[in-house]
């Protein structure tokens, strides 16, 4: 079992910036696994934020593409999020994500964009 604990979370103007983190239990594990981030907005489904492999390869939902980056280090067992330009359809509960769908989940952070 692996624990993934999500920080950095809070309200924030539009155009302004956040920094996720989330921190796994376990770094053998960490090390070979795909990572993501994943958001849920209120009345919506979970959609995809963006994924890094093992190897650093990135891919990120169109929506976010230019404005956000993700980012790991395997020496902290942590990986990241850097959002900027941030726009109030960002707000949404943030989940961390580890060996995709039917892996591993941390129980979210709240990110608030006001206008």
């Known amino acids: 079992q692996v624990q993934l604990v999500e920080s950095g979370g809070g309200l924030v103007q539009a155009g302004g910036s956040l920094r996720l983190s989330c921190a796994a239990s376990?770094?053998?594990?960490?090390?070979?696994?795909?990572m993501g981030w994943y958001r849920q907005a209120p009345g919506k489904q979970r959609e995809l934020v963006a994924t890094?492999?093992?190897?650093?390869?990135?891919n990120y939902a169109d929506s976010v593409k230019g404005r956000f980056t993700i980012s790991r280090d395997n020496a902290r067992n942590t990986v990241y999020l850097q959002m900027n330009s941030l726009k109030p359809e960002d707000t949404a509960v943030y989940y961390c994500?580890?060996?995709?769908?039917?892996?591993?989940w941390g129980h979210g952070t709240q990110v608030t964009v006001s206008s």
């Open positions: 890094i492999t093992t190897a650093s390869n990135t």
């Open positions: 994500n580890m060996f995709g769908q039917e892996g591993y």
């Open positions: 376990s770094k053998s594990i960490f090390i070979g696994a795909e």
